[in-house]
């Protein structure tokens, strides 16, 4: 791969075989289209609807619910085969709604890249598709244009290049033409002055260059290949469930087998031993699972959207709740990505400025005194140069206050803001006759304006000023005197050293420093050199990407949750441990890791000293997919949150993806299994919440669901055991789970959140749907389930084998529904949360216990389910059988609230 910075100008040209002047003739340029292709990323298409169907028949649980149902018709079981059917038809529909919504509200990779471009083709300027661009095209770039291309410079004046998308720098990168690197040691992307890259945004000045490359051989193509490289993972959910379901099915294998052959041997007849054998399998699979926990996951998704958080695939929605580490982009994410003026510094004193982003309210404070700047004449001359010395404009799109131009340059046009100037009245009153551009060597800007200067106490009669900004230790050089309220002064070497000081220390806040200076001059300068000697130096300005409000309080949530937080960024190590410092995350250098010195550590190292760094500097995309690797390797569940160009590889990497919906590049929104629509660290917060609440409702169901599976499996087999005749119908267990179970099965996923939800650390990554010693309590549950379906059993049984199946039948379903009140919560009795706590589960008993009443009562369904009806007392003993495994619940409450060793959570 050609490294385009280390080759100069007049190389480049000859390598392209181009024009410097006229650039490519037409029809040499359709030759170079055809050779090297449009100048698109190519578009991954997305599913189509029947895609996204026969995608949800691809988990184990629904193959095995379709098999029963194969199983079911061959046994001319009809009836049976129809109800299984009709829950995968349900659950698939839920699946594809839900991902062809998701889908149809998100954009693809092609609004990425720019629609039009300019470009010198045989020697005219003309404006072209982007996608027609081609290696050697002569293209002209202005302020606010999209690059469209990877290219390399041949002019640069004042062309400053928002490459914050692509390489995470919250400033705007300075570029020269005339820069040119070392062979054998390239700069890393953010560095190279010379080249600009497709879909970044020109921030200030104008600019020709020599595209390089398009396409898929451009910077941001490279990271759309990475990004096709990189397999995404099943969500810890998914690998539960996937587990849980494999297990059931083996165990339902196992019983049809053993049954089977345990019969058979017997002497039974075979083809009642193998419906035998079924019913068990039947038993031993939920059949509601899949359909329950795509309802809670949708459910829960809906509740997020409220939240501002939008969810792209449902088990994502789980997956921040697992979350052990988040790995968060500084710029945009953490930051309001809106460089904001913080202080001043001049030799008489330092001013405080307040004011969030691009707003134009705030104040000016010496210590804890308000300043008004219209009386204070040597703030006002630093505001006024800042703004003279400037090319930013403040604008407002959609009622919010947005900067054109550089953003450094925003800063101090909103600040003057805050003290009533505005770019308009000072121009007017100090008109630009003259500008030297922003130099990368000098790293200095100076406008030459007109005008009397009300307060100036220096030279006389003078209307005709140079104003310079730039970086503090060169203007100071440049600096012969400094401005004082009584005027000018000799700048002597302690008064240098002052300044000088006063910068090291904002710098070691975080703080991007400029100085300001002036200079009356008698005629116009015509050399920046001439213009800038002798200056007056009126002040240190320094500012900041200021930290979102609302980050603070999100951090300090995820420290009580037990979630560790880790910024990667872009920018460089003393700006990020400065921002890391503010955030709390880090308190020296040793926690900070640069990209260069990632890159020297091997994968094994680097998993055992990740966990030590919180804050990654200067990194490439490569090196992100590196971290979210290392984390991984160690057991913890990663959340990675940004919005740039070069996060979507290890946004894609990561357990789950987080992408900004407002500033996030549509690439990261692709890759991203959640948009934060409100672009708000702080949403993630709620995010994680939810997505704990979900879990723990998922468990509570799936242990409802397995107790009642296990006492409906442990009433069979305990019937074939004793040689009674078997207590249910595969009819009426298939009615049961699906019905009597699945409706309050349901309702406890909606279950309000735990107070302290947020209080714990995250669940241990290595352990699955069931938590310590939940097992117990499942069998225990499942034994006094099946030990009330097997009195019930036995008392119709001494009547006649329907009479039992029915008591049984109603036994069992009527006995669970009162049941799932216990699993509100494992801990706390359902006396003392009460049935109000939960309305849907006091809706779904109602309906479920109706529908049961209906089938045993109504002659018509009686007879589909097998079912007699039952004499007044009959009913009395079932009441009484249906209650006791809530009660039995309730016992086992108190003993494991008093020997927490034998608590099922």
């Not at 028949?57 to 095995?64: D, K």
């Not at 990271?223 to 165990?251: F, N, W």
């Not at 500012?543 to 872009?570: F, N, W, Y």
């Not at 946004?651 to 789950?656: F, T, V, Y």
């Amino acid at each position: 791969m050609t490294e385009w910075s280390s080759i100069s100008k007049t190389n480049t040209i000859q390598r392209l075989k181009t024009d410097p002047q006229r650039g490519l003739a037409a029809g040499e340029a359709a030759l170079r289209l055809k050779r090297h292709g449009p100048n698109r990323l190519p578009e991954k298409g997305g599913r189509s609807p029947v895609q996204m169907l026969l995608a949800q028949f691809q988990e184990f649980l629904v193959l095995l619910l379709i098999g029963a149902a194969i199983v079911s018709l061959f046994l001319k079981e009809t009836t049976d085969a129809l109800v299984i059917l009709i829950v995968v038809a349900v659950n698939a529909v839920l699946g594809v709604t839900q991902e062809f919504k998701a889908e149809k509200s998100l954009a693809a990779l092609k609004e990425l890249s720019p629609p039009l471009a300019r470009v010198i083709r045989g020697g005219a300027v003309a404006e072209i598709p982007a996608a027609e661009l081609v290696p050697g095209d002569l293209i002209l770039l202005s302020a606010g244009d999209f690059i469209p291309a990877d290219a390399r410079l041949l002019e640069a004046a004042n062309l400053k290049v928002d490459e914050s998308a692509l390489s995470g720098e919250s400033v705007p990168a300075i570029k020269d033409a005339q820069a040119q690197f070392p062979t054998d040691e390239p700069p890393p992307l953010a560095e190279k002055a010379n080249l600009v890259f497709m879909g970044t945004m020109v921030s200030s000045g104008r600019g020709k260059a020599l595209v390089i490359s398009t396409g898929l051989e451009t910077e941001i193509g490279r990271i759309a290949t990475l990004l096709q490289t990189v397999k995404s993972e099943k969500t810890p959910l998914q690998q539960k469930l996937d587990g849980l379901s494999r297990r059931l099915g083996l165990l339902a294998i196992g019983i049809c087998l053993l049954i089977f052959i345990l019969g058979t041997a017997a002497g039974n007849d075979l083809f009642q031993m193998f419906l035998t054998a079924v019913s068990l399998a039947v038993a031993a699979i939920p059949e509601g699972l899949p359909v329950i926990v795509t309802i809670v996951l949708a459910t829960g998704v809906r509740g997020m959207a409220r939240r501002q958080a939008i969810i792209r695939k449902l088990p994502a929605v789980e997956t921040l709740g697992a979350a052990t580490v988040i790995c968060s982009d500084k710029t945009g994410t953490l930051t309001q990505n809106a460089m904001t003026l913080r202080q001043i510094v001049t030799g008489e004193k330092i001013y405080r400025v307040t004011g969030e982003g691009y707003e134009t309210r705030g104040d000016f404070w010496e210590g804890e005194r308000r300043v008004e700047p219209a009386t204070d004449f040597l703030l006002t001359m630093v505001l006024r140069a800042g703004l003279l010395c400037n090319d930013a404009r403040l604008i407002h799109e959609e009622g919010r206050p947005q900067i054109a131009g550089d953003p450094s340059e925003g800063a101090l046009v909103v600040a003057a803001a805050k003290a009533g100037l505005t770019r308009e009245g000072v121009m007017d009153r100090w008109p630009r006759v003259k500008e030297f551009p922003f130099d990368p060597v000098r790293k200095r800007m100076s406008t030459v304006c007109r005008g009397t200067i009300p307060g100036w106490r220096g030279e006389n009669g003078v209307d005709c000023w140079v104003l310079t900004k730039g970086a503090p230790d060169l203007v100071i050089e440049h600096c012969h005197y400094w401005l004082s309220q009584e005027g000018p002064r000799l700048l002597t070497p302690d008064w240098k050293t002052f300044f000088k000081e006063h910068n090291s220390r904002m710098a070691e806040k975080g703080l991007r420093v400029l100085a300001l200076a002036l200079r009356p001059v008698a005629t116009l300068p015509t050399t920046a050199a001439g213009a800038e000697t002798g200056l007056y130096l009126l002040g240190l300005v320094g500012m900041m990407d200021p930290i979102r409000p609302e980050a603070h309080r999100a951090l300090e949530e995820c420290r009580q949750a037990g979630i560790r937080v880790k910024m990667i960024t872009g920018d460089h190590r003393d700006t990020a441990l400065a921002i890391g410092r503010d955030l709390q995350l880090a308190t020296d250098r040793r926690q900070v890791i640069t990209g260069e010195e990632l890159a020297q550590i091997n994968r094994e190292k680097l998993k055992h000293k990740v966990d030590g760094f919180n804050i990654f500097a200067r990194v490439s995309p490569e090196h992100k997919v590196q971290i979210v690797d290392a984390l991984k390797a160690r057991g913890e569940i990663v959340a990675m949150t940004g919005d740039g160009v070069n996060d979507a590889p290890a946004l894609k990497r990561a357990d789950i993806g987080i992408a900004m919906g407002k500033t996030g590049t549509d690439v990261a929104r692709g890759a991203a299994e959640m948009i934060l629509a409100d672009d708000n660290f702080a949403t993630i917060v709620g995010a994680v919440r939810e997505g704990r609440v979900i879990f723990e409702n998922i468990r509570k169901t799936i242990y409802f669901l397995l107790s009642c599976n296990g006492g409906e499996i442990l009433t069979i087999l305990a019937a074939i055991l004793f040689r009674w005749p078997l207590p249910l119908l595969p009819i009426q267990i298939l009615w049961i789970n699906l019905v009597t179970d699945s409706l309050p099965a349901l309702a406890l996923g909606i279950e309000a959140a735990d107070p302290e939800v947020m209080k714990r650390p995250p669940r241990d990554p290595a352990e699955g749907i069931f938590g310590p010693r939940s097992r117990q309590t499942i069998v225990a549950f499942s034994l006094l389930i099946a030990l009330t379906a097997l009195i019930a059993f036995r008392l119709g049984l001494n009547q006649s084998p329907i009479k039992g199946q029915t008591m049984a039948f109603a036994t069992l379903a009527l006995g669970q529904l009162c049941y799932a009140f216990n699993f509100r919560s494992l801990k706390v009795p359902f006396l003392k949360q009460g049935p109000a706590g939960n309305p849907s589960l006091v809706v779904a008993f109602l309906v479920s216990g109706t529908a049961q009443l209906a089938v045993l009562l109504v002659p018509f369904l009686r007879t589909v389910f097998h079912t007699v009806s039952l004499a007044a007392a009959d009913w009395l003993v079932i009441l009484g059988l249906s209650l006791l495994p809530l009660a039995g619940g309730e016992l086992w409450k108190l003993a494991s609230n008093r020997n927490p060793s034998r608590s099922g959570d």
